[in-house]
């Protein structure tokens, strides 16, 4: 999904990689008091967030993106949906940008791959650029 949405193709170069993570963070994690929830103060918040950090693209991956707008509603852009054909812990793990050559370093757990072997999470990106002009990585409007 990040290649396609970055217009990236070809044969992966460091130097690819290190322009786009030097503009790029990914969120992970985001976790309300059920309290407040439906009270559109998460959605606000990630936005404010997002809106006042440097990152020029904030991404993520949620599995309630399949039934819950709210990531959308911070302003960020649904992408499309993660799909995978190996649901191995070592597939799963490639999903959240763990890759082979490092799988026995970096893979989910156990546990969670017990979890959620079966999702399918939603690629969502915040476009934070400025009006400075720079297009850097030549990415789309």
Not at 3 to 32: C, D, E, M, P
Not at 47 to 53: D, I, K, V
Request: with cysteine; net charge positive.
């Amino acid at each position: 999904m990040r290649n396609r949405f970055f217009g990236l193709s070809g044969k992966r170069t460091g130097l690819k990689a290190k322009a786009l993570n030097h503009q790029l963070v990914t969120l992970s994690r985001v976790v309300i008091h059920p309290s407040y929830r439906g009270a559109g103060l998460a959605s606000q918040f990630i936005r404010r967030s997002c809106e006042s950090s440097r990152w020029r693209w904030i991404e993520t991956l949620a599995q309630m993106g399949n039934i819950n707008p709210f990531f959308e509603r911070a302003g960020f852009v649904r992408i499309g949906k993660t799909t995978r054909k190996n649901q191995s812990r070592i597939g799963h793990s490639a999903i959240y940008g763990h890759h082979r050559q490092s799988a026995k370093k970096r893979m989910v757990s156990k546990e969670t791959h017990r979890k959620s072997r079966y999702s399918e999470p939603v690629y969502f990106v915040f476009d934070n650029r400025r009006d400075d002009g720079d297009q850097a990585l030549g990415v789309r409007n």
